[in-house]
């Protein structure tokens, strides 16, 4: 079985200030992980992800991401947020359900972020 | 968004009736899919298909159909079987690899209103 939780609906963080958006997952075998932002009215755009090597991935616009084994999480962050990152963010995994060679997702519910003024 | 398209933006049917959304991709992906999200349930997956001349059901196929006669192109029909069609419907694509590794790249989606 395999699930990705994000356990915040809604965060609120205020301008200038570090943001995280959490996201908790469970899978067999080895986990490729994956953040996206969701513009209103507009598709998802790729973040960043996790397959392997470091812990700490980066990726755009000054998100980074840090994969814990231990705690099965994958939390997104920026050490300093801007009004501009107000969006709905998504976290997804390598959906292992279907046939070899799939690069399918199964994606959370997603955590709206809205950075205050 | 860039690299693919979906139309139209904004879709408008009466019950019954079926409805074809377009999704064109120009990156050379051999992999495409398709979603429908709703409102604090994520993205849930309807289709895909990992080449041309193939597809297969996701988990809410019911009363969906598809079709991927180009590499580009994998429309999807919303038929009347479809008992809650009014969604926001998103198309991406993706390499298609044994790795499962490779992100997906959206489209704007479509959002459908059946009344």
């Known amino acids: 079985a395999q699930s990705v939780a994000q356990p915040e609906d809604q965060v609120n963080v205020a301008e200038g200030n570090p943001l995280t958006v959490k996201c908790t997952y469970s899978v067999s075998g080895n986990p490729y992980l994956f953040w996206y932002v969701q513009y209103p009215n507009r598709g998802l755009q790729f973040l960043l992800k996790y397959i392997t090597g470091d812990n700490l991935v980066k990726g755009s616009y000054g998100f980074e991401a840090e994969f814990n084994k231990s705690q099965t999480s994958f939390h997104l962050k920026k050490p300093s947020a801007l009004v501009s990152d107000s969006a709905l963010y998504f976290c997804a995994v390598r959906d292992r359900r279907r046939q070899t060679g799939a690069n399918n997702l199964f994606f959370g519910t997603g955590t709206r972020l809205t950075v205050i003024p | 968004d860039g690299g693919i398209t979906q139309s139209p933006k904004y879709l408008f049917r009466k019950e019954g009736q079926n409805v074809t959304l377009s999704c064109e991709q120009n990156?050379?992906?051999?992999?495409m899919y398709w979603y429908r999200q709703d409102p604090g349930q994520g993205l849930r997956l309807i289709y895909y298909s990992q080449i041309v001349n193939d597809f297969q059901k996701g988990d809410i196929a019911e009363g969906y159909s598809v079709s991927r006669e180009k590499k580009e192109s994998f429309p999807l029909t919303v038929t009347s079987a479809q008992k809650n069609p009014t969604a926001f419907y998103l198309c991406?694509?993706?390499?298609?690899?044994?790795?499962?590794?490779?992100?997906?790249?959206f489209g704007p989606g479509t959002r459908l209103t059946v009344t």
């Open positions: 990156l050379n992906h051999d992999a």
């Open positions: 991406a694509s993706s390499i298609a690899g044994a790795g499962g590794f490779y992100e997906q790249y």
